[in-house]
């Protein structure tokens, strides 16, 4: 197979993963992020290079993730970063806790659409940061966001939004124009200076 959607429902169950073998085969298995489509023939030459190569070992690639990190957030969206301040991290769970521990303090606030993937919830939770549940509105074609409803009694503690797009497990894209989280945090900020955006988006 060469196309990104170049498969079946045989190709994929003869797949070695959990998601497909999981439940009984009359079940369509949309119950985990496991992406079926295939990947671009830049990163399956990356990996045949690897491998033809045999570099398993610890990466020594100093800075060249974080370059090219700044390369395209510069192209993408104007933004001017410093490679400096650029952390890669392997794990969206580590990056959840590591954020909510980075950018808020223990009793403080932190809001996230709900339903929700639940570790987003644990890294609130487990760290002593209470949960301002915001829950997303389906209006009969997709879910929606309400932050209205925070609006009307906002949290004097809120220090953090955690934002997901495509929003998990709804799957809602959000579109390019100002959003009303960004609304939400830019209003914080200019109050109290104290209002922080962890977006665990797919960057395209």
Avoid at 70 to 95: C, K, N, S
Wanted: overall charge positive.
């Amino acid at each position: 197979m060469n196309g990104a959607t170049d498969f079946d429902i045989a190709t994929l169950r003869a797949r070695r993963t959990n998601k497909w073998h999981k439940f009984p085969p009359d079940v369509l298995p949309a119950w985990v992020a496991d992406m079926d489509f295939g990947i671009a023939p830049s990163i399956a030459d990356a990996l045949a290079r690897l491998t033809r190569d045999q570099e398993y070992g610890y990466a020594a690639r100093d800075g060249v993730l974080a370059a090219a990190f700044v390369r395209r957030m510069e192209r993408r969206f104007g933004w001017h970063t410093d490679p400096a301040d650029t952390l890669a991290i392997g794990d969206l769970v580590q990056a959840s806790f590591s954020s909510v521990m980075a950018f808020s303090e223990p009793g403080d606030a932190i809001l996230l659409q709900l339903p929700s993937y639940p570790p987003f919830m644990r890294a609130i939770e487990d760290t002593g940061r209470r949960l301002i549940a915001n829950p997303m509105r389906d209006n009969g074609t997709r879910w929606v966001l309400d932050l209205e409803s925070y609006e009307t009694a906002p949290d004097p503690r809120l220090r953090m939004l955690i934002f997901c797009h495509p929003q998990n497990p709804t799957g809602r894209a959000f579109s390019r124009k100002p959003s009303p989280p960004a609304r939400i945090c830019s209003a914080r900020w200019a109050r109290t200076s104290s209002m922080s955006a962890i977006s665990a988006a797919a960057s395209r």
